[in-house]
T-cell receptor, first 113, second 114 residues
């Protein structure tokens, strides 16, 4: 059974810093790895989806990488801003359909102004 | 653009009561699903549907019923609520439920069972 771990569980950094969030998964036979953002009292918003054949995906100040062989993905946030404060979740897709997603517990990120 | 709409946002039930959590999407998505999110745990799939008239169980289906009579709606029913069902519930949808499709989530229903 796929297991997804996110470290650290919480992170607080000053505004302007570059930071890295980590995600590891136990079964490397994945279709893709997705990163989501969750704001308090809100649902999840998809940020980046890296297909198994890709190494990385970029969207603005966000860059996600995938290393299937080591079972790791990282989300890099450049020049962090207070508006980036949220919980970030990664999810590994092991099955053939959308029911195959396994979520991590998330990293709660606080960007200090 | 409404996207995925969940009602109610908050609900308090007594043990043994029944209720239905509503989920509607206006994106003509075939795939819809229900997750629960508990403190210290990742999201867990309860039930999902790949189209009207088709439903299937996820990881934690016990205590919950679903049906899909239309493409737009996917209600989640608790027939006899238990304290263990206290959680935040999210509905999600995508076009066909394919592996490389993005999921769109509703804003959640916070349920407390006393």
């Amino acid at each position: 059974k796929q297991e997804v771990t996110q470290i650290p569980a919480a992170l607080s950094v000053p505004e302007g810093e570059n930071l890295v969030l980590n995600c590891s998964f136990t079964d490397s036979a994945i279709y893709n790895l997705q990163w989501f953002r969750q704001d308090p009292g809100k649902g999840l918003t998809s940020l980046l989806l890296i297909q198994s054949s890709q190494r990385e995906q970029t969207s603005g100040r966000l860059n996600a990488s995938l290393d299937k062989s080591s079972g790791r993905s990282t989300l890099y946030i450049a020049a962090s801003q207070p508006g980036d404060s949220a919980t970030y979740l990664c999810a590994a897709h092991s099955g053939g359909g959308a029911d195959g997603l396994t979520f991590g517990k998330g990293t709660h990120l606080i960007i200090q102004p | 653009n409404a996207g995925v709409t969940q009602t109610p946002k908050f609900q308090v039930l007594k043990t043994g009561q029944s209720m239905t959590l509503q989920c509607a999407q206006d994106m003509n998505h075939e795939y819809m699903s229900w997750y629960r999110q508990d403190p210290g745990m990742g999201l867990r799939l309860i039930h999902y549907s790949v189209g009207a008239g088709i439903t299937d169980q996820g990881e934690v289906p016990n205590g919950y019923n679903v049906s899909r009579s239309t493409t737009e709606d996917f209600p989640l029913r608790l027939l006899s609520a238990a304290p263990s069902q206290t959680s935040v519930y999210f509905c999600a949808s995508s076009y066909y439920g394919g592996a490389n499709e993005k999921l769109f989530f509703g804003s959640g229903t916070q349920l407390s069972v006393l």
